[in-house]
C-alpha cells in the first residue's frame, strides 16, 4: 500500500519527482533511507542515487573522525577544592543505524555524556598528590579511565570513543593564591628533609673517619661536633665561628679586657 502511494504521488507531480529524488552521498558519509517511518536501506558507497521523494525520509550520518571540546567548567576535585576542568573528546560513528536512530542527535548526546564522565571522574582524584593518583601527574591513565567510562555510555549510540584527554587543569581562582601558598611551602619542607638528610650522613660519615683514623672522642665531643657540623650545614645565615674560653684562661681574658677598657679611657679623657 505505501509503495503503491508513492508510485501514485510520482506520477502525479513527475516534474517534482524528478527535480527532487536525488540523493548524493559524500566520502566517508552514510545515508539512512525511511519510508513512511519504515527503514529501509543505507547507502554507503559515495555517488548519486535516483530515490523516489515522496514518503522519503534521509538521515545522513558522517563517518568521520571528530572532535569536539568541552569548556572550562569549575567542579570538585578528590579532596573537595575547586578546579577549573576542561577536556577534548575524539570519536568516530562506527554504527550508523544506532547513531541515526537508537538516539535523538547523537552529537549533542555524546557531548552530555563526556561531560558527565568528566566530572565524574575528576571528582575521584585530588589535584595533586605526592603519593597515590592525581589529574595533575597521572593524565595518561585518567584519560584511559574517562575513554573506557563514556564508550561504556555511548555504545548504543554506535560511537566509537577514540581519545578523551583534559585540555585544562587548574586550581579555581578563588583558592589559587591560597593553592599557591600550599605548595611553596610544600616545596620548602621537602627541601628541608634533603637537606638534613644530607647532613646525617655527612655528620656520620666524619664521626666514622675520625675513629678510622685512631681519634678517639669523648661522648661530649661527638655531641658538639654532631651539634656543630649540623649548624654548618643546615643554617642559611653565615656561620660566626666562636673561641670556647677555658676556666684556666678566665682570668687572663678579664686581665686584658681590662687593660683594653682603661686605655679607652684614657684615650676619651684627653679628647
Not at 527503514?39 to 545522513?60: A, E
Amino acid at each position: 500500500m505505501k509503495d503503491i502511494l508513492s508510485f501514485i504521488l510520482g506520477i502525479l507531480f513527475l516534474p517534482i519527482t524528478m527535480l527532487g529524488s536525488w540523493v548524493v552521498v559524500h566520502p566517508q558519509e552514510e545515508k539512512i533511507l525511511l519510508f513512511w517511518g519504515e527503514l529501509k536501506k543505507v547507502i554507503k558507497d559515495p555517488g548519486l542515487y535516483f530515490v523516489l521523494l515522496w514518503g522519503r525520509t534521509v538521515i545522513s550520518v558522517s563517518t568521520k573522525r571528530q572532535t569536539f571540546d568541552l569548556h572550562r567548567t569549575v567542579v570538585a576535585d578528590g579532596n573537595g577544592n575547586p578546579i577549573v576542568i576542561a577536556g577534548v573528546c575524539t570519536y568516530q560513528v562506527s554504527d550508523s543505524i544506532k547513531a541515526a536512530l537508537n538516539v535523538e542527535k547523537y552529537q549533542e548526546f555524546l557531548k552530555t555524556q563526556a561531560m558527565a564522565v568528566l566530572k565524574q571522574v575528576s571528582s575521584k582524584y585530588p589535584y595533586e598528590s605526592a603519593t597515590g593518583h592525581s589529574l595533575k601527574n597521572e593524565a595518561r591513565e585518567i584519560a584511559g579511565e574517562m575513554v573506557t567510562l563514556l564508550q561504556s555510555k555511548v555504545k548504543d549510540a554506535g560511537i566509537k570513543v577514540i581519545s578523551f584527554e583534559l585540555s585544562d587543569l587548574s586550581y579555581a581562582p578563588e583558592i589559587a593564591q591560597a593553592m599557591l601558598v600550599r605548595q611553596q611551602a610544600q616545596a620548602l619542607v621537602d627541601a628541608r628533609k634533603v637537606v638534613v638528610e644530607g647532613a646525617v650522613e655527612i655528620v656520620h660519615d666524619a664521626i666514622m673517619r675520625l675513629e678510622a683514623k685512631d681519634i678517639k672522642l669523648t661522648l661530649s665531643e661527638k655531641s658538639k661536633i654532631v651539634g656543630n657540623l649540623l649548624i654548618v650545614i643546615c643554617g642559611e645565615a653565615k656561620v660566626q665561628p666562636t673561641y670556647p674560653i677555658q676556666d684556666n684562661e678566665t682570668a687572663e681574658v678579664q686581665e686584658l679586657l681590662k687593660r683594653v677598657i682603661s686605655g679607652i679611657d684614657k684615650l676619651a679623657a684627653k679628647q
